[in-house]
């Protein structure tokens, strides 16, 4: 009896060693555990409880055409979610699926919160953005927060898999926002700022025309847009900027200046290095008579180019030996014209030009001249009929 007694004791001991090294599992539950086999429609874990887990394939895999075994692998370590303690056969029912989406709620919070970058693939284009899912969570990105730039055509971003930033976190509501454009921005900032740090004045570099104003081109060196500004675009005069590069074309350019306070690159596109003024004192001389075209009119005069990207002005009052109200009077756009020299200042690069002292006196007109010089007619008595 004594025996039997110790026995029963013993037994009793043992249940109880094996009852309190058994895990205290709930039903809805978050646990580990190992699998110890699977099959075609289920997996077998070892949740640490006196029962083992049954994890049907429908709690895994989405697609009831994917191989179970190709998912899980036996002793591999995973977890679940406790659906109910039992099934009606003493059997844990589990869900890795659900574990799955807790796991990613947290995830999400948890990158929302330490602003940490997330990668998802863009599933279906619906109004007003895309709709992704992480985990099995849904998320919308917004058309607007699909990129930095415009996107015109949402369709094309299906398939494509994205790392963004979680904007907006509601778990109660199950929303999630996601954002494509904040990480394009910080890598463009931070482009930006290299560029900025490493580009110097003299250089020539490559770049793309991203659009064109009145005053000049902006181009794009690479996240950073430099102006080339009307007057550098040519050392001709030009107008229009339209009428020397378009959006789109790949220039050369070079460096005149940067401010990386204000975020501003000055440019130029025509060569620096073949300035047209510098072989002005080579070429020309105070007194010379060359041909000429009329390349922009003002109220005060003319400006005729001598040679290209070199213009000098013919003041209103050098256009000719009669008054006239404005050069347009006389003048036009185009016009081939004989200009004489009367001023060069280098330093400048200004060039004072005369139409009028260009042309050529007609002789009976000198001779007249000087035969009133010889009867004595005075240079004052010739002018005494014109109005200055």
Known sequence: MTEEIKDTNSM???????ESSMKSIRRGEV?????????????IVN?????DGILSKSEVVENEEDNLSDILKENEEIYVYVLD???????????????????????????????????????????G???????GIRAFIPASQLSLSYVEDLKSFIGKTLTVKVIEFDKDKEKVVLSRKVIEKAEAEEKKQHLLNSIKPGEKRSGVVSRLAK?????????????????????????????????????????????????????????????PW???????????????????????????EIQPGVEGLVHISEISEERIAKP????????????????????????????????????EDLDKFNDNESAGTSLADLLKDFKF
């Open 31 to 43: 646990v580990k555990g190992k699998i110890i086999s699977v099959t075609e429609n289920h997996a």
């Open 278 to 304: 510098e072989s002005v004192g080579n070429k020309f001389k105070i007194g010379d008579v060359v041909e000429g075209e009329v390349l922009k009119l003002a109220s005060f005069g003319a400006f005729v």
């Open 47 to 51: 949740i640490g409880y006196m029962s």
């Open 328 to 363: 347009s009077d006389v003048l036009n756009l185009g016009d081939k014209v004989r200009v004489k020299i009367l001023d060069i200042d280098n330093k400048e690069n200004r060039i004072s030009l005369s139409i009028k002292d260009a042309v050529e006196k007609p002789k």
């Open 85 to 127: 303690m039992n099934d009606g056969e003493g059997n844990v029912l589990l869900s890795k699926k659900a574990a799955d989406k807790i796991k990613a709620w947290d995830e999400l919070k948890k990158a929302f919160e330490e602003k940490s970058d997330v990668e998802t693939t863009v599933k279906e284009v619906v109004k």
């Open 129 to 135: 953005g895309v709709v992704t899912y992480i985990n």
């Open 215 to 275: 005053f000049g081109a902006f181009v794009d060196l690479g996240g950073v847009d430099g102006l080339i500004h009307v007057s550098e675009l040519s050392w001709k005069r030009v107008n229009n900027p339209a009428d020397v590069v378009s959006v789109g074309d790949k220039v050369e350019v070079y460096i005149l200046s940067v401010d990386k306070e204000n975020n501003k690159i000055a440019l130029a596109l025509k060569d620096v290095n073949e300035n």
């Open 12 to 18: 009793k001991e043992f249940m109880e060693d094996i």
